[in-house]
């Protein structure tokens, strides 16, 4: 049987906004090292490995916005679905100060071998779904660590990224989001555009209003804290669109 490369929740529900979750799991398909990138368990429960909380606050927005989601099923250590298939950390070899073994040797053939049947498979489902409303928003979900090693500990409890090229709805759910009383990064902890990531392909490329929310992964850990955040961002994305006019 064919491993899959992601699923899908409510493909047929109406909603304009597409909920897209690029690091739902920490799977490693059985072709890739037999099932295993040989670092710690403790280090693929991490956020190096997947986006902790990110798929069941993913999940949840989506039925709360009767909107349709599609989720990445395989770690990003195997093969990042948010970078473009020239991006140099593509394919990681070392993040957050871990080595990853069965990247360290990995060449041209098996990173071919990852984008036909992992990236690419994802990212045609995730632009098929996104192509079957004329008006597509396009919500994509993640989350962040606390703390980096070695590095300070971050305050924010959101952060709203977007590009420079569409601000049309990143500035103003940043505003609304502090309005609301929550710690908000903007464009922080990351940048908010980088070249031929998901919201570039899929939204950029297209003229599609977009938003990139990440939420502090200590918040949405378990499944009360995915529904409390999935329940106070619901209806702050569906207010902002509105008030754009968009």
């Known amino acids: 049987m064919t491993e899959r490369a992601f699923w899908t929740e409510g493909g047929d529900r109406p909603s304009r906004w597409l909920i897209t979750c690029d690091h739902a799991t920490n799977r490693v398909p059985a072709w890739v090292g037999g099932g295993t990138l040989g670092i710690a368990p403790e280090d693929m429960a991490r956020h190096i490995a997947y986006d902790v909380g990110a798929a069941g606050l993913a999940s949840r927005l989506a039925a709360l916005m009767d909107a349709p989601a599609i ?3 395989f770690s990003r250590l195997v093969i990042d679905p948010n970078r473009g298939e020239d991006d140099p950390t593509l394919l990681m070899r070392l993040y957050d100060g871990t080595v990853i073994p069965a990247n360290k040797d990995a060449d041209q053939a098996e990173l071919r071998r990852r984008l036909d049947r992992l990236h690419r498979p994802y990212h045609d489902a995730l632009e098929a779904l996104a192509d079957r409303h004329l008006d597509r928003c396009i919500c994509a979900v993640h989350s962040f660590t606390p703390q980096l090693r070695g590095r300070p500990m971050r305050p924010w409890q959101v952060g709203i990224l977007y590009s420079w090229q569409d601000v049309r709805l ?36 297209h003229g599609r209003p977009n938003v990139l929310i990440e939420v502090r992964n200590d918040l949405i850990a378990d499944a009360a804290g995915q529904a409390e955040w999935a329940g106070r961002l619901a209806p702050v994305i569906t207010a902002t669109l509105a008030a754009t006019g968009l």
């Open 71 to 73: 989720f990445s099923d």
């Open 170 to 205: 990143g500035p103003p759910m940043v505003q609304a989001c502090r309005e609301a009383g929550w710690i908000t990064g903007e464009n922080q902890p990351y940048d908010g555009h980088l070249e031929g990531d998901s919201i570039d392909r899929h939204a950029l490329k």
